[in-house]
C-alpha cells in the first residue's frame, strides 16, 4: 500500500468516491478515519477527490503503536533526512489518529524534535497542536505541504503504525471561492458544496465493473457528463475543471442563464483543461437529450427546502411530487441509453427522528430497468450526505441501466 487518505467528515462516502474510482481491493480502511490505497501517489489526481481531507505517501509501518517507542524513532530518523532537503527554515507538523497521546504530548514531542534538528544546525518551526491531528487549514496555511515543509502523519494500524508524509489537503480556499464567486447563486434551488458536487460526478465515472477489478482512473478526456437538473451548474463546473465536457438541461430557463454565465465566468477564471459546455431549457421526464453523454452526475429537484421539521402532510406531498419526477426522468433516461450506462443521483432523503425517510422508488429501481451500485466499503444508508441539524439530506444514489 502506497498512499494513505485521511477522508472527510463522513469517511464512508470518501470511500465509496475511491471505491468506484480505483477498485475496491484497492483499498483498506484504518481506523475510523484513514484509507489505505494500493495506488502510487503520483497517479492520484487528489484535487478531484471531494470526500477527502489528506492525500499522503506512506514511508514505512512500525511494529508498534506506543508514542513513545515513535518518538524515538523520529528523533533517529529525521536528522538522517535533514540532508536532503533544501537550505531555509523548516516548518514540522504532527497529525496524530487513533494513536493513544494527548496534544499535548504531541507538543512535547515536537520540541524535542526541534531541539534534534537544531543540532543539524538547521532552524526548524513546529506548528503547534491544537488537537492531535492539524487541519487542512493549518497544514495550508503553515504551506506544510511545500518543499521546506513537512507534516508527518501518524496513523494506528492495530499493533502497528503507518508513518506517512502529506502531499496535499484539501484546499479550501479554492472550495470558497469556487463556491462563493460564481457571478449566479440562488438559494431557491439549494447551494450543492462543490466537494458534494466532485463526489456524485466520481461516483458516476467510476468504470461499471464489479469492485476488485483493476481499475484505472477514470479518463475525462473527450467524455461528457449530463446534468438534467443542472440549477446554477455546481455539478458542470466541477466535471470541467476535471476535463469533462458539460452538457446540462433544466426545466427553468432561468437556470439555463444561471449556469451559462456560471460556465463562462468558470471559462475566463481558472486554469483548466480544454472543456466545452452545453445548456439546454428541458423538462427532464421528456426531455430528448440530442448532443452525446457518457454518464449522469446530478443533484436532482429536492422538493420544498424545509428548515425545520415538515408536517406529515406536507413531507408526503413533496415526497410524492419528487418521487413521480424522478421516475419519470429515470424511464425517459432509460430509452435513451444503452446497457451498462452509469449514473449518480443525489436523491433527497428526510431526516426524521428514527433515520431518513427515502423516496419510495429506491424500492423499484429494478421495475424501471436499473440496478443499484453497492460498495464493498459503505452500505446505501452510509450515503445520505447530511449536515447536524438539516431536514433534508442527499442520498448519492448509482444505478447501472440494465
Ligand atoms: C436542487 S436543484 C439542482 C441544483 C444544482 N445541482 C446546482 O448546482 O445548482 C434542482 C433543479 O431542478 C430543476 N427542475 C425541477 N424539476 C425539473 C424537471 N422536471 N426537469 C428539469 N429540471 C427540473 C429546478 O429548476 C432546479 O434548478
Redesign the pocket.
Known amino acids: 500500500m502506497q498512499s494513505l487518505i485521511i477522508l472527510g467528515r463522513q469517511p464512508k462516502i470518501g470511500l465509496a468516491e475511491l471505491e468506484s474510482l480505483y477498485g475496491g481491493s484497492k483499498l483498506r480502511l484504518v481506523g475510523e478515519q484513514a484509507t489505505l490505497l494500493d495506488i502510487e501517489p503520483s497517479q492520484i489526481e487528489f484535487n478531484r477527490l471531494g470526500g477527502m481531507v489528506k492525500f499522503a505517501k506512506v514511508l514505512t509501518v512500525l511494529d508498534t503503536a506506543s508514542w513513545k517507542e515513535l518518538e524515538s524513532y523520529l528523533a533517529k530518523t529525521i536528522p538522517k533526512h535533514l540532508d536532503h532537503l533544501p537550505d531555509g527554515k523548516l516548518r514540522l507538523g504532527l497529525s496524530v489518529y487513533d494513536i493513544e497521546v494527548s496534544a499535548n504530548e504531541i507538543n512535547k514531542t515536537g520540541l524535542r524534535l526541534k531541539k534534534i534538528v537544531q543540532k543539524s544546525e538547521r532552524s526548524v518551526r513546529i506548528v503547534p497542536n491544537n488537537e492531535k491531528a492539524l487541519n487542512a487549514a493549518s497544514v495550508l496555511h503553515n504551506k506544510l505541504t511545500s518543499q521546506l515543509g513537512w507534516e508527518l502523519v501518524v496513523v494506528k494500524d492495530e499493533k502497528q503504525t503507518i508513518l506517512a508524509q502529506s502531499i496535499a489537503v484539501q484546499d479550501i480556499e479554492a472550495y470558497t471561492l469556487r463556491d462563493r464567486s460564481r457571478p449566479k447563486r ?1 438559494m431557491k ?2 447551494m ?1 458544496p462543490p466537494k458534494l ?1 466532485q463526489i456524485i460526478i466520481n461516483l458516476a465515472a467510476g468504470e461499471a465493473e464489479p469492485a476488485g477489478k483493476n481499475c484505472a482512473e477514470p479518463q475525462s478526456k473527450n467524455k461528457a457528463v449530463l446534468d ?8 458542470l463546473q466541477e466535471a470541467a475543471l476535471m476535463g469533462y465536457n458539460a452538457y446540462g ?4 430557463p432561468r ?1 439555463v442563464e444561471h449556469t451559462k454565465a456560471n460556465m463562462d465566468w468558470l471559462g475566463e477564471t481558472f486554469s483548466h483543461p480544454p472543456f466545452s459546455y452545453l445548456v439546454e431549457e ?4 421528456k426531455h430528448q437529450w440530442d448532443k452525446s453523454f457518457d454518464f449522469v452526475a446530478s ?4 422538493g420544498r427546502a424545509f428548515s425545520t421539521t415538515p408536517k406529515v402532510e406536507d413531507l408526503k406531498q413533496t415526497l410524492s411530487d419528487v418521487n413521480t ?1 424522478i421516475k419519470k426522468f429515470l424511464k425517459n433516461l432509460s430509452v435513451q441509453t444503452k446497457s451498462g450506462f452509469r449514473l449518480t443521483l443525489g436523491l433527497p432523503a428526510w431526516k426524521n427522528s428514527g433515520g431518513f425517510t427515502h423516496l419510495p422508488i429506491l424500492a423499484s429501481l429494478e421495475e424501471l430497468g436499473y440496478n443499484r451500485v453497492s460498495f464493498v466499503h459503505a452500505s446505501g444508508d452510509d450515503l445520505i450526505y447530511h449536515r447536524e441539524g438539516q431536514i433534508v439530506g442527499r442520498e448519492l444514489v448509482t444505478l447501472i441501466r440494465k
Do not use: R
Open positions: 440562488d434551488v439549494g450543492l458536487a438534467p437538473f443542472c440549477g446554477t451548474g455546481v455539478i438541461s433544466d426545466i427553468e437556470m428541458g423538462d427532464a421526464i443533484e436532482v429537484y429536492l419526477i
